[in-house]
Every structure is written in structure tokens, then in C-alpha cells.
């Protein structure tokens, strides 16, 4: 079975300040992670994914995650938040190769000037 | 890049109506696409697996004769939500996989959702 938990249901950052979304997962074969971000009125975008190469993935935006087996997580980074990153934010976890997607409950992230 | 469409955006019936809510994919054909319901605060839920022609496959728990699922062309796909009640308010996402592309997670594409208010 799989399951993918975001440890927070909303952060809330300054301008220029780091980003930091928890996600934790749980899975029977050997997952395939991905973020999402959903902008108001706007389709799911895909941020990054890990699919068992680099365990550091860079995403779009200058965001990225890294996927620590041993704690089973994968945190989505950010260096200096943007007002234009404000959204909400999904972790998804899925086998590799398939397609069952299980997301998570999403994180809201405010970005405040 | 590959954009998909939902219609309407938001709609409000009354209870015991139905209501039809289209998926298409506008630049690209999709075999495959699938209906996503969201609640308040809480993550998407795969409803069901619309394959171009064939019937559709349902998660469990998910009703087949209260969500009617129509994928008759490679660029559409349609829900129905029949005899609607206010338990059904939900923001419902399609999302669609293009053809010829190997099926995975990171090969959907996703609609911008509707937002369904049973009265």
C-alpha cells in the first residue's frame, strides 16, 4: 500500500526567505515521487519528480527536493521564496512506471511581501 | 505544452438534477484520462480511469451509476453526476494522458478543475 503525508497544512514565508514543505511517504515498491503545484483557477503543474536516479531533484522555478529512503521523505526546497509562489502545493507518490497517483493533502503556501 | 480543458469552471444546480462536466484535451489526443474529486482541504481522490471506447474503470467505493463516465473521442471525455445531492459538492479534475506516450504519473496532464455546489 501507499501513502504520502504533507506534515503541514500551510506555511507561511517572507519574500526572499527560504522554502521548506514536508512530505513523507510510505510504499510497498520502489516509488516514484512528484510535486505539484496548483495556482487558483489553474490546471495541476508538474514541479520535479524522482524516479530511483539522482536522489537530489531540480525542479522548475528553482525549487527542488531531496529523497531520503532512510526517512522516508521528500522535503520540496526553495532558496528565497516569490511572491508568485504563493499556491498550493502537492506531494504524489506513485510505484514506478505506473500511474495510480496517491496525493497528498496538500500544502498551502503563503508568501507574504 | 499539452493543455486540457474543463467546462464549465463552476456550476450550482439544485438538488436531484444532473450535471455534465467535459474534459479535452485541446492539443493532443488522449487514450487515456482520469476523474479526480477533491474536498475542501484535502488531497485529489481518483474516481475512475476513462479509456477512449471502453467502459470505465472505478475505484472502489465510487458509484458507476452516479457518476457516468463518457470518454466517446480521443480529445473528450464527460462526468455526469446524476440525481446530484449536496453530499456531491466537490471540485472535480480531469486530468489526460497523450497518446502514444507510455502511461505514468508524470504523463498527465491536468485540467483546472470544477468547481460543483449542490443546493
Known amino acids: 500500500a501507499q501513502s504520502v503525508t504533507q506534515l503541514d497544512s500551510h506555511v507561511s514565508v517572507s519574500e526572499g526567505t527560504p522554502v521548506l514543505l514536508r512530505c513523507n511517504y510510505s510504499s510497498s515498491y520502489s516509488p516514484s515521487l512528484f510535486w505539484y503545484v496548483q495556482h487558483p483557477n489553474k490546471g495541476l503543474q508538474l514541479l520535479l519528480k524522482?524516479?530511483?536516479?539522482?536522489?537530489l531533484v531540480k525542479g522548475i522555478n528553482g525549487f527542488e527536493a531531496e529523497f531520503k529512503k532512510s526517512e522516508t521523505s521528500f522535503h520540496l526546497t526553495k532558496p528565497s521564496a516569490h511572491m508568485s509562489d504563493a499556491a498550493e502545493y502537492f506531494c504524489v507518490v506513485s510505484e514506478t512506471g505506473g500511474f495510480k497517483t496517491i496525493f497528498g493533502a496538500g500544502t498551502r503556501l503563503f508568501v507574504k511581501a | 505544452g499539452a493543455v486540457v480543458s474543463q467546462h464549465p469552471s463552476r456550476v450550482i444546480c439544485k438538488s436531484g438534477t444532473s450535471v455534465k462536466i467535459e474534459c479535452r484535451s485541446l492539443?493532443?489526443?488522449?487514450?487515456?484520462m482520469f476523474w479526480y474529486r477533491q474536498f475542501p482541504k484535502q488531497s485529489l481522490m481518483l474516481m475512475a480511469t476513462s479509456n477512449e471506447g471502453s467502459k470505465a474503470t472505478y475505484e472502489q467505493g465510487v458509484e458507476k451509476d452516479k457518476f457516468l463516465i463518457n470518454h466517446a473521442s480521443l480529445t473528450l471525455s464527460t462526468l455526469t453526476v446524476t440525481s446530484a445531492h449536496p453530499e456531491d459538492s466537490s471540485f472535480y479534475i480531469c486530468?489526460?494522458?497523450?497518446?502514444?506516450?507510455?502511461?505514468?504519473?508524470?504523463?498527465?496532464?491536468f485540467g483546472p478543475g470544477t468547481r460543483l455546489t449542490v443546493l
Open positions: 524522482y524516479t530511483s536516479a539522482a536522489t
Open positions: 492539443d493532443f489526443q488522449a487514450t487515456t
Open positions: 486530468s489526460a494522458n497523450p497518446r502514444g506516450v507510455v502511461m505514468s504519473t508524470d504523463t498527465q496532464y
